[in-house]
Every structure is written in structure tokens, then in C-alpha cells.
């Protein structure tokens, strides 16, 4: 499914209301500079008459026309500072009280997503992939534990920055299912480029049967080959930075791997969630992604393919 | 013509200060490199590491594995972190000791070479040094190797890496600034 | 030394004189002659040269960076390679090229604009290019060894600080900014002092021309924003080497503190840029209106609330990054406000060309296409002005843009056009008119085509700085289009270069005054002899080529045995008293020599730094050491 990411393409109210501010400045500035043009344009080619020397009424009517242009100007931008600031407060107002909270917190190059709640045991992590249920506003916590991030869902709302020392919170809400892309918008380093969450918003049952999904440690290996495959997984570095939770792996330097396998991307948004390209991954992170944390990892074949089944078990 | 002896003049003077720069900066080459096809887990294992030259029968010499990452300005920040990440902070502080023992000064239990540095992480040591063979790839324990020699005094000053930004354990979800409470919440849109 | 009433020389008497002049005024040859010039001209013609060569440099860097993002994923430069080169674009264009081009032409047009011989202080010229080839030659060096930087322009921490920016790479850029800084506000003092001092007999301030206006404005401007950013590179190199905390929240330090420092710098220096290239426009509308611009009052005095204001804008550059509400909105009207005063002296140039003869030279075509390209940049400013909208297309690539549309429309157009009109003042041939109109309009249309289509991109969310990005997000063919405007544009400036080139050496003979244009750079002849003016003028109208005639007044009695100029008062340039300049000098070289051993040491280590400073006293000593002339003018004037 192709996810969206356009500014014009609003599936929430902020993204909504700015987008609405968005044609009335385009269509009032289309409109200064078309009137520019003309002017401009008539200034160069209109005809004139033979006496070069104006008389003081010539001057006196331009001055007219220059203040008038002025004033007009001025009008205009009043009109549009005023719209702008009552859209922001608007889109930057405080939370709901009833938000589901969400925490963000940026690294080079991945998202951790932490999902909040007064009862501890309701709290979950996972990485680079948000589930929303549709119609409900949602408090996003900000902040960064390395470079400043930014955290922008074009569909949804305007972005925030992530940055160390300054934790923030925005809030958004979607008003139509769909998978909408969110890049980072901040330049932060090598793999910038490669940093995209996706905000999945799904009605409130498809909601609550993932979080309910989420809250659950990881399933145990099922298949003698699953078995081998997390046998494998605990004899290399791997929990050294992934945690699996239910598992002895309990490494919070990389994303959280406990559901991994019921998210649509790999190594945040840069690969599809595939047996191929997760292989390829492990194997080799720096073809896909270079620079970015992840060592390439060598094993043999037939470990590779017990790690693929398990990981691939891992809903 | 006097313009093309001052344009050659200019050539030459470009050229001269070009050249002074290239000078100063040739030895950056190794220093900047951004290696990221980084090597594979095990190519670069030294099989034994020696701690002492003595051995029974003629002298034999063996070549010392050479840290890769010795001159690396980014393969010694990476070692930095990963220094960090791995608490080696926990035992060993900055480099300064505390339980373990400290890693600034020149005296090396276990030797100061790189195999020999290498060897007592992935092996471990007795008195509490773990073993991390199977917890960090080669290549990562590489550039610890390079961030510990850094600390005791690296002959390339300038591929030293800068201070980390977390000099005390932080919680890092506590702002540093502490905001008044919220106000009342808004209306739904 | 007298205002004579009638001066009525015979032939021989004013050849003799002209002679003396000559002979005083004529700069040294061999390689020591070149290396202690300080007359103005000969150093603003290597600052252009010098700054053309950096504009064909960073221009080739958005070739490659174009050429990467063609296609998605298309590889041709990793990600380590596109930040460098990303970053070397932006630092080249904004510090090596574009200030430093407007300083140029500056340096060069003043002085004849208000009638002078020199400027206030022919050494600090010199050491401001001196400082300018270092800052540019350790940037470039540094990139072509690998050691460029890779941050941004901007170079925000804790990206560049020392745990995520290893090696020297940063610390290159912070040094490079604080030498090309150095150089901007040693040109820009001796502007102030030029043009408050130097303007010739009568020319009063409200008789100065537009564009030493908008130089006096750019000057101030630079004496107040360099300092912001040379502080925040020199925080950053603290921080960097010595282990400060000054951005490091862990210890008290912030990571904001580095954006304010910097856009507190930042959004005046696209004023800086842009200030200048409003009095270019008003110069080229002057003259090929053949009227004085419309509302010299208005024009003036929106120069300088621009330049105000410029001072109130920054945080509009951090919008995104959570400060209250509140504040930002004081930011919000301040950066819409800042459109009036530009706004009002674009309906100055159309009245001025309403009420005027236009004549479509090159130079009015390029200041059309500026007045279209610069409106669009400026309206989307104002969009981005305001903070919802901001906040969705901040960091993409219709901030890119936007930039462009007012950097290269609102300052590279009117470059061009400027160049183009003062080119037969300073080699004294004309640029052919035919290669002008053809590198116009495909300059014009090759711009459009590339940027235009950035503004779709951006609201389609693509973000800035990115190496690559995925054929499904869709963005593949408007990139396309993109690159092959900048085919085109590339085309059209290089027909522009062309132009120049071979006209510097089979253009047609210009003479005094080819334009018929209104100001005192046209009264001498083309290129200028050494001294400027044999005869300093005296003015008593702002456009004293057309309205003064052949009985105005001159200035007799300077000396023609040293290099003597005249000083007059601040409000009224009345004659105040006279002044003996260093003809050649190679302390400038010194200095500047010493300083870059002072800043390029600090990279490698802090002792350079107290050696330095002490190096860069002894040889300040050099330069301050009395000279000869002085003794004597002592005993002259006591």
C-alpha cells in the first residue's frame, strides 16, 4: 500500500487546518503577483506621450499610486498574519485530556516508539512504526538521545524537533484510516536520509487487538528450526543491542525486535519487511544503509535460515 | 602583456598555498576516512596473542595484528560510544579506574598492544573483566582497542576524539529545564 | 586648497599634473608590487575574480548534488560524499561567494560613486582579501583531502559537536567561517569610513546615490552579524577542543544556544546579500529609465528599516523547534512586516519605469527577471513566515525554494545586470549585447524550471539534505525536471562567462560613459586612471551627470607627490581637512599571514593560540608603525 505524505493530502484536523491556511496565502500571494506583473509589465510597455518632463501632477499621481500600493500591501499582510496566528493556535493548542500518549524518542538513524500509560503494564516499545486508532487525538512526547531529529507526519500535522536537552510535546489526530509516511526533518548525520517512521492509523478494534498484540512478550519459537534460530540469535552479538522480550535479550542500544516481524519496514523505512531483504540486512547493514550502527553480522547459511524462520515468527 | 604576468603571478600564488595547505592537511587522509563497508565479524581475529616474548626454542616473530582503526578519527569516536553503550564506564570510569583497573596510565596487566588489548575484551580477564566475544562483532571490539589506546596516549594527537556529550549518567527523559504545569487542556478541533 | 570659482588651467599645467598623478598613484610591478597593492580597484578585481571562481566551484557542487538526486536511489555519491558536498555548496555560496561579491563590486564602485581617490583605509582592502583566499583555499584544500566538512552551512550541534562530528572536519568549517567573517567586516569598516568621510564636496547625504545607500546599510548590517557567528564557530571550536559544555545539555550547556547564535547571524546575512543588489537595481533603473528613481526618500529610508528589521527575524529559522507561542508570533509579523519596505521600492522601480524612456539593455532585462523571480521568493517568505505553514514545509525543499527564488533572483540577477552595466567602467569595453539577452533568458528559464518544481516537492514531503529517497515516494520526475533546469541555467551562466571572457579582450571600445548614466563614476574615464579623479568633483544633485553642468565647481590644490585625498564632514560633506595614504604596503600580507597561522593552528592544536595572538600583535605593530609621511604632515599641519 503506498503511504502518504503530502501537506495537501490532510487526513487530520491540524494537517487539515493548515492546509486550508495554506490556498488562502496561495491564492491572495498568486493574486499580489499576478497584479505585480501587470504592473510591472505595463510600466515597460505602455505607450507614452512626448513631453518627457513631468509636471508635478505626474509626480504627485505616482506618489498616489505608490502609497496606495503600499497601504494595500500592508492590508494584505494584516489579513494574513491574522489568519496565520488564529490557525496556529489552532494546531498548536494543548492536548486532550483523553490523548494517548506516545513517546518519540530520536537516534541515529531509528525512532523508538513508547507507548504510555498509567499502569505500568499497559506500557510497550517498538520502533519506527506507530498504530493510531483512527478519531482519537494523540499526545507525542519528543525527545532525542544523541542529534536533533524531527518528527514530521506531512499528512497528519507539521513537524517538531527533537532535541537533546529539550523534550516537547505536539499532539495529532487522524480522521481516516490509512499509512501515512513521517521522514525525519532534521538533518542528522549520514543516514538521514533513511529515517522514516510510518504512522499506521487503523480503526479502534484493529487498534486495540495490535496494542493488545504488542503488550504480549514475544511467541515462543514454534518450529524446531524457530527453536535453532533463537538459539542462534542469543550466541551472537545480537542482544548485546536488541531486546526480544520474553527472551534473555534485553539490549535497548537498537530497536526493539519483540514484534518486529508485524511491522511493514525494516531498519526504518529503509527496506521492505521481506525474508530477502531482512537476510541482506543482517548480513550486510552498510550496502543498505551506510554508516548506520548495525554491524554486519557473518554466519553460516544454515543459521542464517533458522534466524530468518524465528525472527520471521516474531508477530 | 602586464596581464598575464599578474595572472601568472596569481597561478602562482594559488599553487603556492594550495600546496602549504596540502601539506598541513595530507596526513588527514587516514584520519577522515568514514569507513563503512566495515570488516566482516571474523577476518581480523588474532588467533593468539602474546604476553610476553619468552618461548621455548628459536625466537619467532609474530606479526602484529594492526588496529585498523588506529589512526581513524571515526573509528576512535565510535569506540568512544560504544566505550558508553557497553558501561565500560561502570568499571573503569573515564579511563581514570575505579573497581577495574585504569586505562589512562602505562602499566597494561595483560600488555599494550592492540592484540593484547583485544584479547582481554573478548576473552575476559580474572578479577571481573567479562569476556565480549559474543556479545560485539570484531569490528566493534577493533575500535574499543582504538578508543583505549586513545586514553593512554595515541602518537597521531589529532585523530583524538572530542569530549562525549553524556559526561554523567543522565536520564535523559528529565528535561533540564523544568516547565511550569500544563494549562487546562483545549477542545477538541 | 581651495574650491575654486573658475579653474581655468593651461594645457601643460593639467597634463603636468595628471602626469604627477599618475606617477604617484601607480601601484609597484613584480610579484612584491602585486602582493602589497592597496589601491581599491586593483583589489576588488581579485576579490570578483576570486568570488566568480567560487560561484563556478559551488555551482559545480549543485551539479553533482542535481545529478544525485535525478533519479531516486541512483547512487552515484554515497551518503558521506552528497553531505560533504552539500555542505560545501552552501558554505561556498553564502560565505565565499555572495557577500564577498557584493564587497567587491562595492569596493570598487564606491569611491568613484562619491567622487573620492581612495578609500579611508587602503590596507584593510588587502587584508580582507588576504583573509578571504585563506579562508576559501584551507575550505577547498580541506575538501579535496577529505576533510571537508559534512555538518551543513549551518552546522547545527550536537551534530558537529565533538561526539557525533569526529576528526577536523568541523573544526575546518568553524575556522573557515571566522577568517571569511574577519574579511567581511574588515571590508565593511572601511566602507563606513569611506563613505561617512570620503564623499566629495556637497554630496550631502541625501544626495548619495541609492547603492552607496544600500552599501552604507549592508556595512552597519555586517559590523552587527558577523560578530553572532563568529562567536558561535569560536564556542564550537572551544567545545571541540578544549572540552567546553558551552552546547552540551548534559552539563548545563543548550543545543538551541548554537541557533540563535547562528540565525542571529544567518537571517542578516540574506540581507547582507540582498541589500546591495537593491541599490544595483535603483543604479540600472536610473539609468535606463533616463530618470532619477522615483521617491529617494522612500527608497533610503526602506534600506534602512530593511536592515532594521533584518535584526528581528532569526527565530523564524527555529520555528519547529517548540518555543512558546508567544514569541514566535512577534517573529511571525516582523518577517511579514519586512515585505513592505521591499515591497515599496518595487512600486518605486515600476513608477520610475512608468514614468520613464525604458531601454531594453541587458542589464534592465536582468533587473526585469529580478523584480519577477524575486516577487515569487518573496511571497513564499511570506508564507513561510507564518508559523502552521511553516511548520509543515520547514526543511523541505520548498524552503529550497523560496531561498533561491530570493537569493539568485533578489541578488544574482541584480549582480549579473550590475556586472554587465560597470564592466566598460572597468575594463573599459562593452559586453556584447547580443550574448547578454541570450544568457537572460536562458538563465531565466533554465532558474525556473529548477526550482519552481521544489516548491511541489516540498509540499509532497520531501525533506532537505537527503542523499536519496525511494522510487515509491513518487518524487523521481519533478527531481528530473529539476536537474535538467539546472542544465539549462547552467547553460545561460556560462554564456554569461563567455560573454565576459572574450569581451575583456575583443569587446568594443567603451569610453567615458557609454550608458549615459547619472553618476560620478562616468565622469572619468574607462578603466579609471589610478587616482580616480584628477580633479575631485563637488555635487550639488543627486544624479550630478545629468543635472550639474560643465561650470559645477572642483576641488584644486591637493598634492600630486603623495597620495593625498580629501576628508569631509559627516551630514553635508563640507571639505573638512586632507589626508596622506600608504601607497604599498606589505603588512596587510603579514597580518593576514599571521592570523591564518593562528587560526588554522587552533584545528591541530590549542597552543596555537597564544603563539599566534603574539605572531599576529608583532606583526599588527608592522602595520600601525608611523610612516615616513607622517613626520612630516606633523610638522605641516600641527
Redesign the interface.
Known sequence: MRDLHSALDAAGPQAGRIEDLWWIFFWVCTAVFALVLIALLAAVLHRRREELRRVDGGERSLTRAVGGATAISAIILIGLLIASVSTGRAVLSQPPSDALTIEVVGHQWWWEINYEDPVPSRRFSTANEIHIPVGRPIRVKTRSTDVIHSFWVPSLHGKRDLIPGHPSETWLQADRAGVFRGPCAEFCGAQHANMHLLVVAEPPAAFEAWRQAQLQPAPPPATPLQQRGHTVFLSLPCPTCHTIAGTPAGGRIGPDLTHMASRRTLAAGTLPNTKGYLGGWILDPQTQKPGSKMPPVAMKSEDLEALLSYLESLR | MRCERSIRIRCGAVLLLTGLLTGVLLAGCEREERRFRSLPASSVRPEVARMSELQPGPPTTDPAAANPYIKNAPGISDGQQLYIQMNCVGCHFHGGGGIGPPLMDQKWIYGSDPENIFSTIVQGRPNGMPSYRAKLTDDQVWKLVAYVQSLGGLPDQSALPGRPDHLRAKDEGVPLYPKPPLAAPAEHP | MRVAERYEPTVEADAEEARQLRETWKSRGG?IG??GETDHKKIAG?YIVTAFVFFVLGGLEAALMRFQLARPESGLM???LY?QVFTMHGSTMMFLFAVPIMEAVAMYMVPLMIGARAMAFPRLNAYSWYCY??GG??LY??FF???GPD??WFS?V??S????A????VDIWAQVVTFTELAALAAAVNQIATIFKYRAPGMSLSRMPLFVWSILVTAFMIIFAMPSVMAASSLLAL???V?T?FF????G????LWQHLFWFFGHPEVYIIFIPALGMVSTIVAAFTRRKV??YT?MVLSLVSTGFIGFGLWVHHMF???LP?LG??FF??AS??I??PS??Q???W??T???G??R?APPLLFV?GF??IF??GG??G??L????????????FFVVAHFHYVLIGGAVFPLLGAIFYWFPKMTGRLLSERLGKWSFWITFLGFNLTFFPMHILG???M???????RA??GWGDLNLLATAGALVMALGLLLYLINVVSSWRHGAWAGDDPWGGEGLEWSVSSPPPDYNFQHLPTVRSRAPMWEQGPDQPVVVGLRSDRREVLVTRLIDAEPDHRETLPDHAMSPLAVAIATGVTF?GVI??PWAFPIGIIITGIALIGWFWPRDESRELLEEQP
Not at chain 3, 569526529?166 to 572536519?169: A, C
Not at chain 3, 552540551?248 to 552539563?251: D, L, T, V
Not at chain 3, 525533506?463 to 529517497?469: A, C, E, G, L
Open positions: 610579484l602585486w602582493l581579485r554515497g551518503p558521506d553531505n583566499v585563506i583555499g584551507l584544500g580541506a583531502l577529505n576533510v555538518t551543513g547545527y550536537p551534530l559537536g565533538p561526539e557525533f569526529p576528526g577536523k572536519r567545545d571541540r577542543l572540552a559544555h552540551n545539555p548534559a552539563e550547556g543548550d543545543a538551541l522615483f521617491g522612500a519547529a523547534t517548540g507561542q514566535q508570533s511571525t509579523a511579514m512586516m515585505a513592505i515591497g515599496v518595487i512600486f518605486c515600476i513608477a519605469l512608468w514614468s524612456r525604458p531594453l526585469l523584480v519577477f516577487v515569487i511571497l513564499t511570506v508564507m513566515a507564518s508559523v502552521p505553514l511553516d511548520v509543515q514545509v520547514h526543511d523541505t509540499l509532497d514531503g525533506p532537505r539534505r537527503i542523499y536519496t529517497y515509491e515516494t588554522v591541530f592544536t
